[in-house]
């Protein structure tokens, strides 16, 4: 069992930053594939950027140049930091943790909004 607890969302302007955190518990993190997806308000969910285990990283064409994700595996914690933020941004955040089928979790998800 994995616990993903996210921090880090917030009111910005736009063209302003954040660093958002997820922070785990409960199992051995480096095993895991660990991402963050979105949802804005009647949209689905979709995907922001993954890291492997083994680092590989992936982002959505979106996000590309202005999002870095990264993961501390002695913290427990994936971070998403989030650039050059635009209104279209704006959604719940979550983050994710995969290590196969039957070992997927989420957190409970942070507000990012951008407005002026």
């Known amino acids: 069992q994995v616990q993903l607890v996210e921090s880090g969302g917030g009111l910005v302007q736009p063209g302003g930053s954040l660093r958002l955190s997820c922070a785990a518990s409960?199992?051995?993190?480096?095993?895991?594939?660990l991402g963050w997806y979105r949802q804005a308000p009647g949209k689905q969910r979709e995907l922001v950027a993954t890291?492997?285990?083994?680092?590989?990283?992936n982002y959505a064409d979106s996000v590309k140049g202005r999002f870095t994700i990264s993961r501390d595996n002695a913290k427990n914690t994936v971070y998403l930091i989030v650039n050059s933020l635009k209104p279209e941004d704006t959604a719940v955040y979550y983050c994710?943790?995969?290590?196969?089928?039957?070992?997927?979790?989420w957190g409970q998800g942070t507000q990012v909004t951008v407005s002026s």
């Open positions: 994710n943790a995969d290590r196969d089928k039957f070992h997927v979790y």
């Open positions: 409960g199992s051995i993190f480096s095993n895991y594939a």
């Open positions: 890291i492997t285990s083994g680092g590989t990283i």
